[in-house]
T-cell receptor
Framework: EPEVTQTPSHQVTQMGQEVILRCVPISNHLYFYWYRQILGQKVEFLVSFYNNEISEKSEIFDDQFSVERPDGSNFTLKIRSTKLEDSAMYFC??????????FGQGTRLTVV | EDQVTQSPEALRLQEGESSSLNCSYTVSGLRGLFWYRQDPGKGPEFLFTLYSAGEEKEKERLKATLTKKESFLHITAPKPEDSATYLCAVLRQGGKLIFGQGTELSVKP
């Protein structure tokens, strides 16, 4: 069964460092998402991506964040200068036209 | 403003004690409503999609229903392995998927 794959599963980084979280969406899907979940809190929308561009982003997704689909298969989330409050689980999801979104197992980001 | 609200926040049941979880929503241009199950430290696992009022879906002990303003996830004779957080999400026009805060279900033997 096709699945969304995220790497790494856990990333520890120093405050102020750049991190790149990677995702391999399901191959024939067209819509891609990044979500964040701070421990014990709700799943928060960060950004949606369609047709090689951002279709919508939340107020959380400020200039420190960027997304790319560099090679037609990977989908990355970059945080340029991490802050302590960026510590969270980050989930990638993908969706085909008119179908449900499937999520990866997440990357736990710890900023120290 | 688009909003998805789930209730209760937490629910404790005895094994075999049936109950329902609620998801109420206000969204412009609803394209679909999804239910997910999330275990601690894991990603949301897809359960159901509902597209129109009156639609129902079933899977084992779970049944999801949809009206114009809310959805219910009915759990019949739950088992301890049903313990998880259940998330409701709405897909609105434009492709954004908006989550509720979840209901944490605990089923005791």
């Amino acid at each position: 069964e096709p699945e969304v794959t995220q790497t790494p599963s856990h990333q520890v980084t120093q405050m102020g460092q750049e991190v790149i979280l990677r995702c391999v969406p399901i191959s024939n899907h067209l819509y891609f998402y990044w979500y964040r979940q701070i421990l014990g809190q709700k799943v928060e929308f960060l950004v949606s991506f369609y047709n090689n561009e951002i279709s919508e982003k939340s107020e959380i997704f400020d200039d420190q964040f960027s997304v790319e689909r560099p090679d037609g298969s990977n989908f990355t989330l970059k945080i340029r200068s991490t802050k302590l409050e960026d510590s969270a689980m980050y989930f990638c999801a993908s969706r085909g036209v008119g179908t449900e979104a499937f999520f990866g197992q997440g990357t736990r980001l710890t900023v120290v | 403003e688009d909003q998805v609200t789930q209730s209760p926040e937490a629910l404790r049941l005895q094994e075999g004690e049936s109950s329902s979880l609620n998801c109420s929503y206000t969204v412009s241009g609803l394209r679909g409503l999804f239910w997910y199950r999330q275990d601690p430290g894991k990603g949301p696992e897809f359960l159901f999609t509902l597209y129109s009022a009156g639609e129902e879906k079933e899977k084992e002990r779970l049944k999801a229903t949809l009206t114009k303003k809310e959805s219910f996830l009915h759990i019949t004779a739950p088992k301890p392995e049903d313990s998880a957080t259940y998330l409701c999400a709405v897909l609105r026009q434009g492709g954004k998927l908006i989550f509720g805060q979840g209901t944490e279900l605990s089923v005791k033997p």
